[in-house]
């Protein structure tokens, strides 16, 4: 199968098995990704890229985020439209990430600890709070995305994708 439609485009319904497949890609070119960027911050995957404000690293951060950003909400996007729910339910799911990278950057929630020669943001209680608040969130997309059965027949957004390999 071709990833590039999958990853790339907002059109039509996929099945689980496509979302999955998906996320398997997404995985895999952000391993590639961070293994390129690696030699060129000299960081572990454990340190904030936002430890000391806006650095290179973590703009460099920045834009991988952006750049995953499109592919998860293309397959998301598809898994939403054949299981036939709002779209709206992907602000919905990016929610707690874009509200925690924009605590690290601001410094709200988190403090700075260093550690061994390494500054890490470590959450404090309100941290922890919209944490502990974002992990139904992230819960209900796994279960609403990846583990529940699409439309059965055709429906708005296309043709069952499932009843295209019978």
Do not use: C
């Amino acid at each position: 199968m071709n990833p590039i439609p999958l990853l790339t485009t907002f059109e039509g319904r996929i099945s689980r098995s496509k979302l999955w497949l998906g996320v398997l890609y997404l995985m895999i070119l952000s391993a590639v990704f961070y293994a390129i960027l690696y030699p060129f911050f000299g960081t572990d995957v454990f340190t904030s890229p936002y430890s000391d404000g806006l650095t290179a690293r973590a703009l460099a951060s920045l834009i991988a985020t952006a750049l995953f950003a499109w592919p998860s909400t293309a397959i998301a996007v598809k898994r939403l439209r054949d299981r036939n729910r709002p779209l709206w339910f992907v602000a919905f799911f990016w929610a707690p990430t874009v509200i925690m990278i924009l605590a690290q950057l601001t410094g709200v929630g988190y403090e700075r600890v260093q550690a061994q020669g390494e500054v890490y943001m470590v959450p404090d209680t309100l941290g922890m709070t919209v944490s502990f608040l974002s992990l139904p969130v992230a819960l209900w997309a796994i279960v609403e995305l990846g583990f529940l059965k699409g439309t059965a027949g055709p429906n708005p957004h296309g043709p069952d994708p499932l009843a295209a390999k019978a």
